[in-house]
């Protein structure tokens, strides 16, 4: 097997452990595996094609990374689409820093108790610990990157 070959499995290994995160499975709960592995990002492309897919109600996850890099830890990339009048999940907070951009379609964003228009193009940053959340409050299909992460 070559080291791409090891990178991409590597990968979506990882991509199934965020999806697992993402439906609030925590790694607290996964304490009892085997705790001396430990995941790590490498330099690499992920095709859409290769992407780990969550399916929620009204809304589906693509994870295309997840995983430590030398940097960061607990590092989650994807690309989110909800279907209108639904969200992932309701506004949350985490300890990672968290960037969002909206691709296409509209909704509502949730920040620090205050909601205000999403519309595509926008980008959301948040801080660790603040709360936050996305929904589609428009008519047709949300579909927004995400990008989070722990500096180490």
């Known amino acids: 097997m070559t080291s791409n070959q090891l990178n991409v499995k590597s990968n979506r290994l990882c991509a199934i452990i965020g999806a697992m995160i993402l439906s609030g499975f925590t790694m607290s709960s996964m304490s009892y595996a085997n705790e001396d592995v ?3 990002i490498t330099s690499t492309i992920v095709s859409h094609a290769d992407t780990h897919i969550t399916q929620y109600d009204g809304s589906v996850f693509h994870t295309y990374f997840y995983g430590d890099t030398n940097e960061s830890n607990n590092v989650i990339t994807g690309v989110a689409i909800i279907e209108p009048n639904n969200e992932i999940h309701p506004a949350h907070q985490h ?24 519309k595509q193009g926008d980008m959301l940053y948040v801080a660790a610990g603040v709360m936050h959340g996305i929904f589609n409050s428009g008519t047709k299909p949300l579909k927004f990157v995400v990008i989070r992460y722990k500096n180490k």
């Open 38 to 40: 430990k995941t790590e």
């Open 95 to 118: 300890e990672g820093e968290e960037f969002l951009m909206i691709l296409e379609g509209q909704g509502t964003w949730s920040l620090d108790g205050k909601e205000s228009p999403a």
